[in-house]
Structure formats: structure tokens, C-alpha cells
């Protein structure tokens, strides 16, 4: 069983920056071009945006659009583990992995996490690619990623292209319905997450599973 964390509350808004992402944007391209970018874009909007919007930026610059070009993929590398060092103990956990490597992302991925009887990570496999703002995956295919790996366990999540976390109401009869197929099969589920890049909800945490 996962230890629960509360989830960050779904009224976060992106559009304040949190004060860790001003002090490594402010230490990358200084103290002004920090505070600028940040009060034109969301981080997630920053994160997607492409050079001839960067550069329409006061203070921007060639050198210091180029270092945000590259921050989603160093975000990924730097939050990302070697494979034999990730082991789950809480929704926070899954959120700090994924965050930047799912929460980018301009259409809804699924994601299936087998885990094994010490919860840790033994697989991850992207079950179904949808639009900005669905996807659709049976629980039979979310259940064949699981004894394909012979895993104890498994986390599910997606992420949401808009920024909110909130699920929607195909996600809570998604989230019932791989309960219901995980409990017949004997493999625990241990959460469903919608991540965005800066916050995100557990259906665990919430009580739902």
C-alpha cells in the first residue's frame, strides 16, 4: 500500500509560478528576462513555446531562448531516475517523475506503471495516445500491460494538455471500471493520476480507489 500524500489543490494556478521555477529560471537567464517570461506564459505554456515567440520577449535574447528551448528535455532527464531506483511510495512520487516528461505533452497519453511486490517499477508502457482533450483505453489492454510483466501492482496515468487536473467524468468511470477488472484479475491498483506539469490529482489520495 502507498503511503498518501494530499494532492496539490486543484485551484493551483499556473499562471503564478511557483517560487522554486523563478529562482532556476531567474539562475539560467537572469533575475529580469525570469520574471518577464514568467508573467507572459504559464510554465506549461513556456515549456511548449517555440523561438519566434521567445524572442519577441523583452530581455530575451538568442543565448537565453536557446536554454528554455532546452529545459524540457533537461527537466525530464534530471527528474527522471535510473530504471532500478524507481520505487513508489506515494502519488507525490509518481507526479515528480512524470511531471515534465507527461505534463508537456500537447495530447492525452496513457500511461500503465507495473510495479512489483515492493513497489517498484518494472515497466512503463504508453497504452493509448488521444487528442487534447481525451483519450480512449479499455481496462483489458491496461490489464494486458500488467501480466505481460507479471506485476504485483499498477499505477495508471494521463495527463491533461490544458493544464487542469481536474478529471473528468469519463475519467471516474475509467478509473471504476480498472478497479472492478484489477480486483477480478488479483493485481492491485494502486492509483490513478492526471498530472499536468504543475499539479496534479490522485484518485487514491481522494479516496476513490
Known sequence: MMKKK???PKSNDERHPGRQELCVLKSLIGHRAAETVLSRYSLTELL???RKSLMDVRYMGPSRANIILALPRLLEIVSTPRTGDRIISCSRDIFELFRFKAGIREQEHFV???LNSRNRIISEETTAVGSVNTVHV???DILKSAIRHAAASIVCL????SGDPTPSTDDRSLTDRIARASSLMGIRFLDHLVITVSSY???S???EI
Open 201 to 203: 490529482y490522485s484518485f
Open 48 to 50: 511548449r513555446t517555440d
Open 158 to 161: 494521463h495527463n491533461h494538455p
Open 112 to 114: 500503465v506503471l507495473a
Open 138 to 140: 479499455s481496462p483489458a
Open 6 to 8: 494530499k494532492s496539490i
Open 205 to 207: 489520495d481522494s479516496g
